[in-house]
């Protein structure tokens, strides 16, 4: 006889109803407190009302405005100066430009004005009141796709962050949905890469969010990209499981390597146009930049991946096999000479509203060259959406909506428009799918079987 007594408490089905209530009352009070957080940061009506956008050719471009940053000492600040820690941690301006904003008062600690030899204390609060300029992004309208009590689905255009993020705040989906079609509080299923485009799902509520968010993390939802790739791609099914490690989560850089998380992809060719090939992938883990990662590895890059397609930084294999030559630091050095920002200032003196007036801005002349005509090309499925031709007409240049602040240096800096070559990445979410939902778009003009470059630059 086993005399043995369990130390394992019994469980009946009211407990494991309890159990699970007691989870999702955690989630949903965690997602009200994100939400809380969102809503606090900036999606909403007065928000949305801090400046406005115009269309200019084919790019959305936001009048500079006025924003306050706000945050609290961070125990690393404590004991240094003010100006030693926005110089060292916050690298979007210069030194210089950050004494000058202290000097005049837009940055100030606990409300009051100070210098910039001010040494922090804890619980300082910090606010920094900026002259901001964004970034253009395509100027397409958002095509809703589907919308129900549980959903928004979007076709993302190429160019157009999700969320808030470094020089985007008014441009980008958020901000744009709230505007635009009144819709200020959606919670994230999924992101796309700034560059890419395609399926976007949104929940319009915390438990639908809650339900899918389970099921990627359970892997149970199906997703699937086309991207057009250099050269023949093989047939058949192939499956890379290279490990991915992100090596600058700042810049958001990945490489193959045994360092890495584990990753997975399947990958199948479905045309092949005699120089470059339209690839099906699905991603069955989620790691950043998985799909152009493992596409790089199998030597065959996304033919426009403005970072894993450069053989000047990834040596002339391109990081084929995973191999790079050379060190992580000198790689993400290279990487940041190709991306540099000064290629984009102009040496003119032409006021930003007298620049914007006469195209002297490069929007009207930067459309030529292969590369251009093939994106433009590319982007019309999105540019030409329905909406455009009102959107245009509401949005046209308005000199008078223009600021400019003397203690900003962007307002003296002027920079050359993106290209269309800069807004877009030949990598497109097809479809989406999970338990009881499922999403999809059509193949993107750049997709086609019949898509021939030689069409387009004749």
Not at 132 to 151: D, G, K, L, M, Q
Not at 238 to 258: D, L, Q, R, W, Y
Request: charged share 30%; glycine share 6%.
């Amino acid at each position: 006889m086993n005399s043995e007594i369990s130390t394992t408490p019994k469980t009946n089905d009211e407990d494991i109803e309890k159990s699970k209530k007691r989870k999702t009352d955690q989630f949903e009070q965690k997602s009200k407190k994100i939400c809380t957080k969102d809503i606090r940061r900036g999606i909403n009506k007065p928000s949305t009302e801090e400046t406005d956008y115009y269309f200019d050719n084919y790019l959305r471009k936001v009048y500079p405005y006025y924003f306050t940053y706000t945050t609290h000492c961070k125990g690393r600040w404590v004991g240094k100066r003010l100006i030693d820690v926005f110089s060292d941690e916050f690298r979007a301006h210069s030194k210089e430009e950050y004494e000058k904003n202290i000097r005049s008062g837009n940055i100030k600690i606990n409300d009051k004005s100070i210098s910039a030899d001010y040494v922090f204390k804890e619980n300082d609060k910090v606010t920094n009141r900026a002259h901001r300029h964004e970034t253009p992004v395509a100027a397409a309208p958002i095509r809703i796709i589907h919308s129900s009590n549980e959903f928004v689905v979007i076709d993302k255009p190429p160019s157009v962050p999700v969320h808030p993020c470094g020089r985007y705040r008014h441009n980008c989906l958020l901000f744009i949905l709230a505007k635009e079609h009144n819709l200020g509080e959606l919670y994230s299923v999924h992101r796309l890469d700034r560059l890419t485009s395609g399926i976007l799902v949104f929940a319009k509520t915390i438990r639908r969010s809650q339900e899918i968010n389970e099921q990627i993390r359970e892997r149970k939802v199906n997703k699937e990209y086309v991207c057009r790739v250099e050269g023949k791609f093989p047939d058949g099914e192939i499956t890379c499981k290279e490990p991915i490690e992100v090596i600058s989560p700042k810049m958001g850089i990945c490489i193959a390597s045994s360092n890495g998380k584990e990753s997975e992809t399947v990958f199948e060719r479905m045309s092949y146009n005699g120089k470059t090939s339209v690839v099906r992938c699905k991603p069955l883990t989620g790691r950043m930049h998985q799909i152009r990662v493992h596409l790089q590895y199998l030597g065959h890059p996304i033919i426009n991946d403005p970072i894993y397609n450069h053989e000047s930084v990834f040596g002339p294999d391109k990081g084929k096999g995973g191999c790079i030559g050379k060190t992580k630091e000198k790689l993400l050095e290279d990487l940041l000479k190709t991306h540099n920002l000064q290629k984009w200032l102009l040496d003119d003196n032409l006021p930003l509203e007298v620049k914007s007036e006469n195209g002297a801005n490069g929007s009207e002349n930067l459309v030529d060259g292969t590369e251009n005509k093939i994106a433009l090309s590319a982007l019309d499925h999105y540019l030409k959406a329905e909406g455009y031709e009102q959107l245009r007409d509401e949005y046209k240049m308005k000199l008078e909506k223009f600021t400019k602040e003397e203690t900003c240096d962007l307002c003296h800096q002027k920079y050359m428009d993106p290209e269309p070559k800069d807004l877009i990445l030949f990598l497109h979410a097809l479809k989406y799918s999970g338990d009881g939902w499922g999403f999809s778009t059509e193949l993107p003009a750049w997709a086609q079987e019949d898509w021939d470059d030689s069409k387009i630059i004749s």
